[in-house]
């Protein structure tokens, strides 16, 4: 008995191996931000953002640099490749490059111009990377946006994720890898930059100044937020706020609480319409005017206003894709998807220049349902 049990007790020994593939956290540099960029001559250069655990939470402490050295490092280098790149980094890092904690990739403005699907080929050939992280581009360098340094947060890495959230509309790897498959949609990407605090200082925000449209991997214009703002009824975001003119410099400042698009293709004749429904209910957030809103008059008049503003922001959007020829709104889908034969037969090869013929009517209904705690501006003397 005891020589079966010794018996087993080695076979048992062979098969166990323990953790020979393990990786101390003291042996990795985790990344939490990346950006490429390309250089002249055809070369890329990778730039990451990497947190230096002995600046991290210490007694001089606090967020974004307010005092301390910095609490994160980015290296950057060229190489023919992306990989290429990460390969010399690597060479002069003493811990090992760790992917699976990013969750920005940043574009800069030339890769962006020259075509970035060749760049992000590596984030889908290792199971380090993920699909999940948000990819933005910046005017100008991509590693600039990286070195910045916010206030509120640690890494500017961080800031931007949270700000693609709350203030941007957000496109993950995933999201760009389906946008550049998928016919009848093209690409677009939210732009940031990093800007002066104010008052001035050592610090560098980061904002959301932006969109940028793509035909392909290739951007073809760019949009500040005021411009694009017709896009967000198309793929639904929070916040969305507008602000409303009412004349001799009164203003409304609004916000809405459910905002939808609906849009039915029709083919006449070879002739491609859409018919574009906006449905909104808003809330006042803001009243630099004189008027008491609990009056059914005075809430008719900002509905129509409101009404007339989000069709004309609209509209520009739709001007903007049919002179650009790039569908950040996925018209073509909706086209294929309501008629699959004509699609197929006709349109998925040939939509980027039926684009510039398609018509279009816009019909928006929107609602104030809330006017706040009082009906009129609280500071503005009342006239008897």
């Known amino acids: 008995m005891r020589t079966l049990w010794k018996i087993g007790l080695a076979l048992s020994l062979v098969v166990v191996t323990g ?21 002249p001559g055809g070369l890329y250069r990778l730039s990451v953002q ?14 974004g640099g307010t005092s ?33 904690h990013h969750r920005i990739v940043v574009i800069g403005e030339r890769l962006a111009k020259e075509g970035f699907s060749d760049a992000l080929d590596i984030v889908s050939r290792f199971p380090e990377n993920r699909l999940t992280a948000f990819i933005v581009m910046t005017k100008g360098k991509g590693m600039d946006l990286l070195v910045a340094q916010p206030q509120f947060e640690r890494f500017s890495g961080e800031a931007i994720r949270e700000l ?33 605090s104010h008052p001035k200082g050592k610090s560098k925000e980061i904002q959301a100044v932006g969109i940028g449209t793509f035909r392909g991997d290739r951007l073809i214009a760019t949009y500040t937020n005021y411009e694009i703002a017709g896009l967000r009824w198309f793929h639904r975001t929070t916040p969305l706020n507008l602000n409303v003119n009412l ?21 006449k004749g070879g002739h491609v319409h859409f018919n574009i429904e906006l449905h909104g209910s808003a ?33 520009k959007v739709m001007e903007q894709t049919k002179q650009t020829r790039s569908d950040m709104i996925g018209l ?8 699959p034969k004509e699609w197929k037969d006709k349109y998925r090869n040939t939509w980027d220049k039926e684009i510039p013929r398609i018509t279009y009517e816009i019909k928006s209904k929107v609602q ?11 500071m503005k003397e009342e006239r008897l």
């Open 247 to 267: 004349g001799q410099k009164e203003m409304l400042s609004i916000a809405f609480q459910n905002a939808k698009a609906n849009i039915q293709p029709s083919i």
């Open 332 to 339: 073509g889908i909706v086209l294929a998807r309501n008629f």
């Open 368 to 378: 104030v349902v809330d006017i706040g705690q009082t009906t009129k501006n609280i």
């Open 283 to 315: 809330y006042v957030t803001e009243n630099h005017s004189s008027l008491d809103l609990s009056q059914q008059k005075n809430s008719k008049l900002v509905e129509a206003k409101l009404t007339q503003k989000v069709t004309d922001d609209v509209k």
């Open 164 to 196: 693609v959230k709350s203030e941007a509309i957000p496109v993950t790897i995933k999201d760009i890898s389906q946008m550049l498959n998928t016919p009848g949609v093209d690409a677009f990407l939210p732009i940031f930059e990093d800007v002066n």
């Open 19 to 39: 953790c020979w593939d393990r990786r101390e956290v003291n042996d990795m540099a985790i990344v939490i931000a990346m950006a490429m960029d390309k250089e």
């Open 68 to 100: 301390g050295d910095k609490s994160y490092y980015v290296d950057s280098a060229v190489g023919k490749t992306i990989r290429e790149a990460n390969s010399t980094i690597q060479a002069r890092m003493s811990r090992h490059l760790y992917y699976a």
């Open 50 to 63: 990497v947190p230096l655990v002995s600046n991290l939470g210490g007694p001089s402490g606090g967020g």
